[in-house]
T-cell receptor, first 117, second 117 residues
């Protein structure tokens, strides 16, 4: 079946540094990818919709300058947490739907756990 | 606004018991999709089922079954003869159209299921 891969799965960084998380669709093309954030024991909250070749669409309350999203190709979207602070520590999960499908199965990556010291 | 409510925060059962996880949703859309995902302790999201709003047939897949009732806006999930490996957090989700026309998922808060031996 379709696979979405995230890298890195775990990252620890110092406060003030930037961290990049990659999301790749391995065997299908994804015009649209989604980035979610999950706090411990909480639900997944959509941060932004990543659109190939255009700007991401951010959910209300999500700082676009803080969470930079780039969707440069049909198989890769990146999320960069800029000037990370401890409150940015969270589990970040991406998802993708195959181009041309509508409301089909959303495939999720394995998630990336960010810890900011 | 769309909303997904999973009233049960945590459920604990003994192996071989049947357990039902509740999901109630709110939407103004006439066409929508409902999903269930499983999140084991490792963190990745595992797709279980997708159901569109026009298909009210109940579905059974092995020990899993789903009861979709439009009249009560519910999409409940039952595990029969539960096993320890079923222990996970289960999320119900509802698809929603974004401003850009793509669809995103709105998740419930999840129900943590613990199956004890």
């Amino acid at each position: 079946g379709a696979v979405v891969s995230q890298h890195p799965s775990r990252v620890i960084c110092k406060s003030g540094t930037s961290v990049k998380i990659e999301c790749r669709s391995l065997d299908f093309q994804a015009t649209t990818m989604f980035w979610y954030r999950q706090f411990p024991k909480q639900s997944l909250m959509l941060m932004a919709t990543s659109n190939e070749g255009s700007k991401a669409t951010y959910e209300q309350g999500v700082e676009k300058d803080k969470f930079l999203i780039n969707h440069a190709s049909l198989t890769l979207s990146t999320l960069t947490v800029t000037s990370a602070h401890p409150e940015d520590s969270s589990f970040y999960i991406c998802s993708a739907r195959e181009t041309g499908t509508r409301s089909g199965e959303l495939f999720f990556g394995e998630g990336s756990r960010l810890t900011v010291l | 606004a769309q909303k997904v409510t999973q009233a049960q925060t945590e459920i604990s059962v003994v192996e071989k018991e049947d357990v039902t996880l509740d999901c109630v949703y709110e939407t103004r859309d006439t066409t929508y999709y409902l999903f269930w995902y499983k999140q084991p302790p490792s963190g990745e999201l595992v797709f279980l089922i997708r159901r569109n709003s026009f298909d009210e047939q109940n579905e059974i897949s092995g020990r899993y079954s789903w009861n979709f009732q439009k009249s009560t806006s519910s999409f409940n999930f039952t595990i029969t003869a539960s096993q320890v490996v079923d222990s996970a957090v289960y999320f119900c989700a509802l698809s929603e159209l974004t401003q850009g026309g793509s669809e995103k998922l709105v998740f419930g808060k999840g129900t943590k299921l613990t199956v004890n031996p």
